[in-house]
C-alpha cells in the first residue's frame, strides 16, 4: 500500500476513479462510457495547455499569458477564417500555431536576454495579448454564422467513437512524453529547475532552455486558439479568461512542481482530468458556483502542501538550497 501512495499518478487516477463513483451515485449516468468520453472531450483543451505549462514550470518558470495567448490566436484565425472563407484549414492551423509560438517566444525572449522574473513577465504580456486581442478586433465578436462549416465542424466530427478534438489531445499527450522523456530538450527541461548549478556544470543553457519552453508552450497555446473558436462556435476579447490558472492548477494537483525539476506528462493529465470531472460534476449534484469556486481553490491549496511535504522528505528542497553556497565556497 505504502508503494502505491509513493506513486502520484496511481493515487490521483485512484481518486479520480472514487470521485466518479461518488458522483455517480447522485447522478445517474454520470459513469456511463458516453459521458465520460464528453468530459474528456470537454477538458481536451485543458489537457494541451497544462502539458505546455508544465513544460514551463519544469524550467522553474511559470506562463500566465496562456489564456491570452489562446484569446488572441483565436481571434486571428476566426478573423482570417471569415474574411478569406476558400483558405484551407491546414493553413489556418499553421498560421494559429506560428502566432501561438511567435507570441511565447518573446516571453521567452524577455526571460531569457534580459533576466526579468518569468511571473512578471507573462503577468505583463497577459494584458499585452489581450490588448492586442481587442484592437484587432475592435471588441466585436465572431460568430458561427462567420466562420466556414469546415472551420467548425473538424473538431467535433467523431472518429473511431471519439471526436477529433479528443484525439488531437491524446497525439499531443502522446508527443509531449517523447519530448520530455526521450529527447535532450526535455533531460535539460528537468535539469534547469531541479538543479540548476549542475545544469550549468553539465553544459546545459538554461537560458535557452527556457526560450524554448516557452515557444512550445505558446505553440500549445495557439493550436488551442483554434480548437477553442471552433468547440464553441465563437471568438471574442474575453474568451477562456482566467484559464491560465486552471492550467497551473492542474500541473499543481498532478504533481508537477512549482520550484521545478519535478513532474510527469501522465500527472499534468490526470491533474487536469480531476478539475474536469469537478467542473462536470458539481453542477449536475446543484452545488453553486461560489461553491464551485472555493471546492476548487481548497484543491489546490491542500495540493500544493502535499507537494511540498513530499519534496521535504525526498530531501529535495535541502540540496537544491545548499548546491549554490558550497559551489560559492
Known amino acids: 500500500m505504502k508503494k502505491i501512495l509513493k506513486h502520484r499518478e496511481i493515487l490521483l487516477l485512484a481518486i479520480i476513479a472514487v470521485m466518479i463513483a461518488g458522483f455517480a451515485s447522485r447522478a445517474q449516468g454520470f459513469a456511463a462510457p458516453g459521458n465520460l468520453a464528453n468530459i474528456f472531450n470537454d477538458t481536451s483543451i485543458l489537457i494541451i495547455l497544462a502539458l505546455g505549462q508544465m513544460t514551463v514550470i519544469l524550467t522553474k518558470s511559470i506562463d500566465l499569458s496562456v489564456a491570452a495567448n489562446l484569446a488572441f490566436t483565436g481571434m486571428a484565425v476566426a478573423m482570417t477564417d471569415a474574411a478569406y472563407p476558400g483558405l484551407p484549414l491546414i493553413l489556418l492551423v499553421i498560421m494559429s500555431i506560428g502566432i501561438g509560438a511567435c507570441l511565447g517566444a518573446i516571453n521567452g525572449y524577455l526571460v531569457w536576454a534580459l533576466q526579468i522574473p518569468p511571473i512578471v513577465v507573462t503577468l505583463g504580456t497577459l494584458t499585452i495579448y489581450r490588448g492586442m486581442a481587442f484592437v484587432l478586433s475592435g471588441g466585436a465578436w465572431v460568430n458561427a454564422h462567420q466562420m466556414t462549416p469546415t472551420f467548425l465542424n473538424v473538431p467535433r466530427m467523431p472518429l473511431l467513437g471519439l471526436p477529433v478534438l479528443s484525439w488531437v489531445a491524446i497525439v499531443i499527450v502522446i508527443g509531449a512524453w517523447f519530448v520530455l522523456t526521450r529527447l535532450p530538450f526535455g533531460r535539460a527541461a528537468y535539469a534547469s529547475g531541479g538543479n540548476p548549478t549542475a545544469a550549468v556544470y553539465a553544459g546545459i543553457d538554461i537560458g535557452r532552455t527556457r526560450f524554448f519552453a516557452f515557444v512550445l508552450s505558446g505553440a500549445l497555446a495557439g493550436l488551442c486558439g483554434y480548437l477553442w473558436v471552433s468547440r464553441y462556435a465563437v471568438a471574442y476579447v474575453d474568451v477562456a479568461i482566467g484559464f491560465e490558472l486552471d492550467t497551473v492548477a492542474a500541473c499543481v494537483i498532478g504533481g508537477i512542481s512549482i520550484a521545478g525539476g519535478i513532474g510527469s506528462v ?25 461553491a464551485q469556486m472555493a471546492i476548487s481553490g481548497i484543491v489546490i491549496v491542500l495540493a500544493v502542501v502535499f507537494n511540498a511535504r513530499a519534496e521535504r522528505r525526498a530531501g529535495r528542497i535541502i540540496l537544491r538550497d545548499r548546491a549554490a553556497p558550497e559551489i560559492s565556497a
Open 266 to 290: 501522465g500527472g499534468a493529465v490526470l491533474g487536469a482530468l480531476f478539475l474536469g470531472v469537478i467542473k462536470n460534476a458539481l453542477p449536475v449534484i446543484g452545488i453553486s458556483p461560489f
